[in-house]
């Protein structure tokens, strides 16, 4: 059923400080791309009215290296993703992840900012950046906040931003080791995910999982088997206790646990 | 140079390509409202109550007390009322119409039903209640079953529903117009809706027309659908005096509307050691749903389908259709024999491996040749195809040394050989009397027919088969556009009818214009004589014998054959399978138009592979839990595979040109491919859509 | 208020900023040729160009096109080599998912190859010709040879 336009009340934002001071204003849900927006409303998974565009916002689209980490201004796109020299470099699989996000006009609208406020335990660009240990950074008119994507999620689309708050840039720090992704989708393309795995092998390995939790999970029990030498026969023996996935229209609790088992073992067979 | 067999520009103009084109939800009519459906939320059970919370100003509102004559879809039976009055069946029912000229206002309105709740029942294995039963008998197979020395093999096999993701959701607009009710609406077969109106007004509404409007994609999903649709929004109109459109979004249309029947087959097979059919005993049942709707000709075209393109002097097949408390199952493509196809084809593999043959050896040796008697015991002519196809596909894949070269790895090759009868079943035709008319123009002919252009080239393989048949250009052939009130009524567009029946027809009728026209061009006799017009009824073979209380005789005038090969690669991990290449060999008499029916083969394989593969209806209380196009998931570029399309020709003399039916044939032949080259990996599959999910609980083969 | 170029001319809407784009554009200013197939920016009928980028239009609010260069299938014309191809090609067959398939294949560089064309057209689906006619068009509209992939065909 299509949500009723007149009930909408988008106020349009020119400028981060702007955007800032509206949120601090009254309480505003920020929109980005919008490739959620009419989906969430018309199925009822939405339920506040007022929205606050930050489209428009370019400064929210830079990417560079700061400090040794890879700073990734929240509004850019995944087309932006996959096009960015850095991002390749630094990020591969956040390059990889960003190609599989639905079909080339998601990626025109989708962002990665959007992704993570969003809170969807299927977003694909979140298990990346759950891997590879990365900050939110979020500002308010009283100033910024770094929370890592590890700490900002506190359950089914819960997160730890406060109603004045912006995410303004998802900073990467440099990831030692080589990274690798796997997403498991519907199908091949324009695809929700029912597995995503994203994973870096460096001096301790780090492990992510989307789409088996209510949140992306990082899945310790399994990471310190694997730093502590313990076979990967015994690892995945772990993460199929570790891990709690669910029955949903797309996929099955069963399926999920043992792809996500024989992903564990390709992951570790694969960079070796 | 003739029209017929070479891809002439289409009849379609350009307009698709420009967005000129006009489909239901293009139009507007002055003074235009919009319609919206309240719906069943329960499976069964009866109404209590029905409160309208919202400020009634402006709505019209229509429950079953506004039916003027008959609340009743009149199809095959008349069982499905157009709105519940006291019993709920399934899920999604319509129950009242509420109508406004502000739509956020109309989707605002309240309507709270209370409902008594009754146990519904959703497993078809423990329905009861059997809207038709089929049984077909050739020789003893029973007998035959328990002769000496045969090898038995027994198998179930089951296929899901299936939704038709037409790109446009159903729609029609009701519009009161000249003394009379017009519907300009997405539909396939206009003179349905006329029947189906004719029975919801009753003799107090004579003048009822059905104007087509452009048509995104049927399948089936728009046989007969849009006369509920229709009747809905006449009530509406009637009531306000006023046009209504309806138009559903893709979730209503996911979830209320008809589906492919899933289905449960179940063969026991006797054969001689070196692979002979000796008996084959088949049990099929299809979940009708909660109405009749065309479950009854479903079943029977599966039934006549179950033994597959097979000879064997002993065949059983029992089917039956039976209710259960979710929404009814109707047309889709291929209507019924994909269902049974599949079942057939996945058993012949089980059968070979059992035996230790070559699946191909397997089919050489029991496939249909001209002379032979299919289960109903019709004796095949010269243009059964089944060998030719076999061998082509066999050969232009290199399938022998892939079969031998992939075991063991995780590539593999499948192969299925399938036919499909063209036209209605049996007496089908005979009884439809549809007809055909050619007018004359100021400048050539015009073609009238209720057959509709649903992207399948109607228009355009009509009017290539008029030039040739007339001896004029093409060029001044026109096609009008279906219009209940100006053209005649040539049978609902479905059953692979729309070239061989129609197009025959339509041969005719320029035959009988062209003696009228003697030496004289259309223009020309125009001219001078003024307007004519050819009207012909469609006749079959006159060889043609049915006996529908036996199920014995000829069941089809003639039939299309195909062999599809799959190749793909499987991913052990992730238990996911990517087709890289389906290779469909198909023998349909001669195409009219290569390029239109070469699409057909394309999109009718891209849609068995998405039936294969990807397409799952989640039932959760008797309804579709996945009824997004996010979670119900069809074939993208990327899915789909290298296509390689080889189009046989056997003409079939009592076609147009030779041609055969051909809309449906590449729907039998995807899916027992695919699960037959799974099997070449080891995995005993038997059910589809074989998702990651059921392969990874599979069993080696 | 909201401005902005649509097919090269200068327009503007009185709708609320947070009307879906497809909606202005089909029922305000009556430009039909874009489609609405699901509403959920899963089928890409409804794509256009915002800024010479493809979105889906069913999606976006129009006070997002602000200030932007919006162009539809109608801002092609009614002869573009493509709109040829696809229906001499049979790329349309019932034709609803055309003209989106079309404006994504706007995008595609001079010499496209079939993987980068089934990439551009991954957010489009068509239901009637499994895609090999689509290909068909658009590799010939750029000249580019027809690989086997995209679609052998034997009559014998």
Known sequence: MRTAISEIDLRKASSVDEALQILSDEPRTPIAGATDLYVALNFGTLVPRQFLDIWALDELRTISVHEDSLVIGALTSYTALMQSHLVSERLPMLAEASRLVGGVQIQNRGTLGGNIANGSPAADGVPVLSAADAIVVMRSVHGERHVPINAFYTGYRATVMRPDELIVAIEVPRVDGKQWFRKVGTRAAQAISKIVMAAVRGPAPRIAFGSVAPTVVRVPLTENALESGKSIDEAVEILGKELKPIDDVRSTADYRRRVSQNLLRRFWAETA | ?701 | ?156
């Open chain 3, 1 to 156: 208020m909201t401005q902005f170029t649509l097919n090269g001319e200068s327009t503007q809407t009185e709708s609320s900023p947070a009307s879906r784009l497809l909606d202005v554009l089909r029922e305000e200013l009556h430009l039909t040729g874009s489609k609405e197939g699901c509403g959920e920016g899963e089928c890409g009928a409804c794509t256009v160009l915002v800024d010479g980028e493809p979105v889906c239009s069913c999606i976006i609010p129009v006070g997002q096109v602000e200030g932007c260069e919006v162009v539809t299938i109608e801002g092609l014309g009614g002869n573009h080599p493509l709109q040829e191809l696809f229906m001499n090609e049979v790329g349309a067959q019932c034709g609803i998912c055309t003209p989106g398939m079309i404006m994504a294949a706007m995008t595609l560089g001079p010499e496209p190859t079939l993987e980068e064309v089934k990439i551009a057209l991954a957010g489009n689906l068509c239901r009637c010709t499994g895609y090999s006619a689509i290909y068909r068009a658009i590799l010939k509209w750029r000249g580019m040879p027809l690989p086997t992939e995209a679609g052998s065909l034997v009559i014998e």
């Open chain 2, 1 to 701: 140079m003739t029209a017929v067999g070479t891809s002439v520009a289409r009849k379609d103009g350009i307009g698709k390509a420009t967005g000129a084109a006009k489909y239901a939800d293009d139009i507007t009519f002055p003074g235009m409202i919009h319609g919206r459906t309240i719906r069943s939320t329960i499976p069964r059970g009866k109404i209590k109550s029905i409160k309208l919370d919202f400020d009634k100003t402006g709505f019209t509102i229509v429950d079953y007390h506004d039916v003027p004559a008959k609340n009743a879809v009149d199809l095959m039976s008349q069982d499905q009322p157009f709105l519940a009055e006291s019993e709920i069946r399934h899920m999604a029912e319509p129950i009242l119409l509420l109508a406004h000229e502000d739509r956020e206002k109309l989707n605002a309105a309240n309507v709270v039903i209370e409902y008594e709740e009754s146990e519904p029942l959703f497993d078809p294995e423990k329905s009861t209640q059997v809207f038709k039963s089929v049984e077909i008998v050739k020789g003893d197979a029973e007998r035959a079953l328990g002769n000496d020395g045969v090898v038995i093999v027994e198998g179930t096999y089951t296929t899901g529903h299936q939704e038709h993701v037409y790109i446009e959701p159903n729609g029609v607009i009701a519009v009161p117009e000249d003394g009379g009710i017009s519907i300009y609406g997405s539909v396939q077969c206009p003179f349905y809706v006329i029947k189906a109106l004719r029975c919801l007004l009753g003799s107090a509404h004579p003048n009822v027309r059905v104007i087509q409007t452009e048509t995104g994609g049927g399948f089936g999903g728009k046989e007969e659908y849009p006369s509920m649709i229709s009747g809905h929004a006449v009530m509406l109109a009637l009531k306000s005096g006023r046009p209504v459109k309806i138009i559903y979004d893709r979730s209503e249309d996911m979830v209320a509307t008809t589906k492919r029947h899933p289905s449960i087959v179940r063969h026991r097979t006797a054969l001689t050691r070196d692979g002979h059919l000796v008996a084959m005993d088949i049990d099929v049942l299809m979940d009708g749903g909660a109405y009749v709707t065309l479950s009854p000709t479903v079943l029977s075209r599966g039934c006549i389908h179950a033994a597959g393109p097979y000879n064997c002097d002993n065949i059983h097949i029992r089917g039956r259709t039976v209710f259960t408390n979710t929404p009814p199952n109707g047309a889709f493509r291929g209507f019924g024999a994909p269902q049974t196809e599949f079942a057939v084809e996945v058993h012949m593999d089980r059968i070979a491996e059992h035996l230790g043959m070559d699946p191909v050896d397997l089919r050489r040796i029991n496939a249909l040749r001209p002379g032979d008697k299919t289960a109903t015991g019709q004796t095949l002519r010269d243009d059964a195809s089944a060998h030719m196809v076999l061998e082509e596909a066999v050969r232009r894949t290199d399938f022998d040394r892939k079969r031998k070269e992939w075991k063991g790895t995780n590539r593999a090759i499948g192969l299925a050989l399938f036919y499909h009868g063209a036209g209605f079943t049996g007496a089908g035709e005979r009884n439809l009397k549809s007809r055909a008319r050619l007018e004359l123009t100021p400048s050539g002919v015009r073609i009238a027919v209720g057959s509709t252009e649903i992207g399948q080239g109607t228009r355009t393989m009509h009017a290539q088969i008029v030039t040739d048949a007339l001896g004029i250009p093409y060029e001044d052939v026109d096609v009008a556009q279906p219009d209940t009130s100006r053209v005649a009524d040539s049978g609902p567009t479905v059953a692979s009818r729309t070239c061989m029946v129609v197009g025959k027809i339509l041969e005719e009728c320029a035959h009988e214009m062209k003696e009228k026209l003697g030496s004289l061009t259309p223009a020309e006799y125009y001219a001078k004589n003024g307007a004519i017009t050819v009207e012909r009824m469609y006749e079959p073979p006159d060889w043609i014998q049915w006996d529908d209380s036996l199920y014995r005789g000829d069941a089809y005038a003639t039939y299309g054959w195909g062999c599809d090969v799959a190749e793909l690669e499987y991913d052990p991990d992730t238990y996911e399978v990517k087709p890289i290449k389906l290779t469909a060999v198909q023998e349909f008499g001669r195409p009219i138009h290569p390029a239109l029916a070469r699409g057909q083969i394309e999109g009718g394989t891209a849609q068995g592979l998405g039936y294969a593969l990807l397409e799952k209806v989640v039932m959760r209380n008797g309804a579709m839990a996945n009824g997004q196009l996010t979670n119900y998931v069809i074939p993208t570029t990327l899915d789909m595979p290298e296509l390689d399309v080889v189009m046989m020709e056997n003409p079939y003399p009592g076609g147009p040109f030779g041609a055969k039916g051909l809309g449906e044939l590449p729907m039998d032949g995807p899916a027992p491919a695919v699960v037959n080259a799974l099997r070449h990996l080891g995995i005993d599959v038997r059910d589809i859509p074989a998702t990651p999910e059921l392969l990874s609980t599979c069993g080696t083969a």
